[in-house]
């Protein structure tokens, strides 16, 4: 199992991309219009909203036998659900979104339909899986989202982990547990395990310095020219990524560029384009991002698909191409892998526990926890008792781990403690498996 490299997140770094994106309520001449996509094909206003949900949940395990092709696929293909997955909240939703330290307060309301995932920032430690996370309280019937379900609102929106950065991560989360990157403040190929695209090149060192500066993409592009980047844009694949300092904003291809040269074989910019993927709008008081889609249902976009930049654009805003490991042979992928107790010695399963024994343990994982389905079983293998716990992914290397200390759930677990009924603890990783890290006979205390 090959190890996480260790990462400091300083405050600076984790603040100027974590903040999320800047300029997406004033787009300009050089910003494509992120607000153009009719989404009433996907869940939560259409006639049968478990066709989403259903086309969700069939998306394949990443597997070391995959090609590179569809490695791409399954990534884009899990950043365009998070993006396109539409739901209307059972409650208004209110919260406090921190960007580049001015507050704003954003609020949600009721009967609107919502694509992709809240934006919420100053998120703590919760980059998988995004979508995941939500999923337990979403209705596949109807497209709602309960809200009040989901218990502390805050805690739920500052784990939905769909600021800009984290959207991109939580697809390829779907393939990667190498590239150690929590919040995009890790941006430096010395450190994150991430690949430059192309022929341009920068001093990592220096660049990690002057991370927080609004011209460290800018400095890095100028220092290539013009064409050493259009020939590094043309070079980009589907899944890979896109960051810009000058903007604050990551995003991901969408699909391989399109590229068109001059007779020379120099590249036209202003032709050359790409289709991007990206989490860019957020709901606030008074804004002006409503729409309504041809169906007639009120839209207000959290997330946007298929959105085009010529090559002249990626380099105005100051956007640097990079890739994953995974996608170049140079780390290739493996099963999940997820388990109870320390991570050089794992609890045996069949084994018998106390409900207050179970939750001194910590789970776990090769992959970004997304969240822990807790069930007790009786011995026919009839569910007496199931919830999710509230979870935060605890990215610590060489594993991901989360306690159960603390839950002050076990009392909910006491009166099934008879010794025959079992509990088990179900770990959903970010690339998508579903894996029963223990299993014990629940006995009395």
């Not at 494509?32 to 909203?49: M, Q, R």
């Not at 064409?227 to 043309?234: D, H």
């Not at 001059?262 to 590249?267: D, L, R, S, V, W």
């Not at 008879?418 to 770990?427: E, L, Q, Y």
Request: aromatic share 10%.
């Amino acid at each position: 199992m090959k190890k996480m490299i260790a990462t400091l997140l300083s405050l600076a770094l984790c603040l100027s991309l974590l903040a999320g994106c800047t300029g997406e309520n004033n787009p300009n001449e050089d910003q494509p219009n992120a607000t153009g996509k009719d989404y009433s094909e996907f869940s939560g206003i259409v006639a049968d909203p478990k066709t989403w949900y259903d086309e969700f949940l069939a998306l394949p395990i990443a597997n070391d036998s995959m090609t590179e092709d569809e490695l791409r696929q399954l990534c884009a293909d899990a950043f365009r659900a998070n993006l396109s997955f539409q739901w209307t909240p059972t409650k208004e939703i209110t919260f406090v979104s921190t960007l580049l330290n001015k507050a704003s307060h954003c609020v949600l309301p009721t009967g609107i339909a919502y694509s992709g995932l809240c934006y919420a920032t100053g998120i703590d430690n919760a980059t998988g899986g995004t979508l995941w996370k939500v999923l337990p309280y979403y209705d596949p019937n109807t497209g709602a989202l309960d809200v009040e379900a989901m218990g502390n609102i805050a805690f739920v929106l500052n784990n939905l982990s769909s600021a800009c950065a984290n959207g991109v991560l939580q697809g390829w989360n779907r393939v990667s547990n190498s590239h150690n990157l929590n919040s995009m403040g890790t941006f430096n190929t010395q450190n994150s395990n991430i690949v430059l695209v192309g022929p341009y090149t920068y001093d990592g060192d220096t660049y990690h310095q002057n991370f927080g500066s609004e011209t460290a993409t800018k400095e890095i592009i100028d220092a290539n020219g013009e064409q050493v980047m259009y020939q590094s844009f043309a070079q980009m694949k589907m899944a890979d990524g896109l960051y810009s300092a000058s903007v604050y904003h990551v995003m991901m291809c969408a699909e391989n560029p399109v590229v068109v040269t001059y007779p020379n074989g120099t590249i036209d910019p202003d032709n050359s384009y790409v289709l991007t993927l990206e989490q860019r709008q957020a709901g606030t008081q008074g804004d002006t991002l409503n729409y309504t889609q041809s169906n007639g249902v009120t839209m207000r976009p959290l997330g946007t698909v298929d959105n085009k930049y010529t090559f002249k654009q990626l380099l105005n805003q100051g956007y640097i191409p990079f890739t994953i490991k995974e996608f170049i042979g140079e780390d290739p992928v493996e099963p999940g892998e997820a388990w109870l107790g320390d991570y050089t010695n794992p609890l045996e399963s069949n084994t018998e526990m106390t409900a207050n024994q179970i939750f001194t343990q910590t789970v776990y994982a090769n992959y970004n926890i997304c969240n822990l389905l807790i069930e007790v079983k009786s011995p026919d293998g009839t569910v007496l008792s199931s919830y999710y716990p509230r979870v935060t992914t605890d990215p610590r290397p060489p594993y991901y781990e989360y306690s159960l200390r603390g839950l002050m759930q076990s009392d909910m677990l006491t009166p099934y403690a008879d010794g025959s009924n079992t509990i088990h603890i179900n770990v959903r990783l970010s690339n998508g498996e579903l894996i029963d890290a223990c299993h014990t006979v629940l006995k009395m205390s």
